[in-house]
């Protein structure tokens, strides 16, 4: 295949990267300060560069170029960052187990706006019908979903207490009461909103880390629910 033909093919690979990286900014799969945003743009810039190596061009020379300069400087800004960034053990198992998705920079953010504490067995972690003020991380202990008073759940270690309204700012949908001590993870509701609207990867991962633990949520239920109606069935029998 003559050369021409091989760099116009480089030059249009780099053009699909170029477009692939802007789709996913705007779809929410990736953040602006996120490292794929950038290796994807200092991958199409070179192709493209590399491509232009035969159909000479100022202006487009001086763009890839810019761009290439722009994502390394990038680049070593986030290493720099990164190397700055502390986690405790704690933090980094909450991180690990829920927002691995996120740069640790912005996984930092979330957990700057969150405190740490010790619950005692008996505390409502949230009320039916009331407002939210903290999204609630249950890293030890377990709680019980009462609705009307009516236990239908168990949440173990990993759950989220507040998960289906905390975005949105609506009231809780059931109360949540520990069983048990607890270590808890208490997440600034409003902040949280915030940073969400501010940071679009950060809302992605967090309405993942939601769905994930809704739908263990749902399966416990169900669970909870046949071992209640067996139990009943047995009372009959």
């Known amino acids: 295949m003559p050369i021409d033909e091989v760099l116009k093919y480089i030059g249009l690979l ?9 789709f996913l900014l705007q779809a929410g799969y990736i953040g602006g300060n996120s490292k794929a ?17 035969t159909a000479f061009n100022a202006a487009s020379v001086v763009i890839q170029v810019s761009w290439i300069l722009i994502s390394i400087f990038g680049m070593s ?3 720099l960052l990164y190397r700055r960034i502390r986690f405790t053990d704690e933090e980094m198992e909450f991180v690990t187990e829920q927002l691995s998705e996120l ?9 700057d706006i969150g405190i740490w504490i010790d619950g005692d067995r008996g505390g409502e972690l949230t009320r039916q019908g009331e407002k939210n003020f903290n999204l609630i991380y249950l890293k030890e ?3 019980e979903v009462l609705l009307n008073n009516t236990q239908i759940a168990i949440c173990g270690p990993g ?13 809780a949908t059931a109360t949540v009461r520990l069983i048990s001590n607890a270590r808890l993870l208490c997440i600034d509701a409003e902040a949280l909103r915030a940073l969400s609207q501010n940071e679009a ?3 992605s991962v967090i309405q993942n880390s939601f769905s994930r633990d809704m739908r263990l949520k749902l399966e416990a239920t169900s669970r909870h629910v ?7 069935l047995g009372d009959h029998s």
């Not at 046949?226 to 009943?232: F, H, I, P």
């Open 14 to 22: 780099g053009a699909f990267l170029y477009l692939a990286s802007y």
């Open 37 to 53: 945003y950038t290796y994807l743009n200092l991958s199409a810039a070179s192709l493209v560069l590399v491509s232009l190596t």
């Open 77 to 79: 800004r986030m290493y």
């Open 103 to 111: 740069p640790l920079h912005l996984a930092r953010k979330v957990l």
């Open 141 to 143: 202990g377990r709680a």
């Open 159 to 171: 759950s989220f207490i507040g998960e289906m309204t905390v975005l949105s700012g609506g009231p």
């Open 201 to 203: 990867g950060i809302a």
């Open 226 to 232: 046949r071992t209640l109606n067996m139990v009943e």
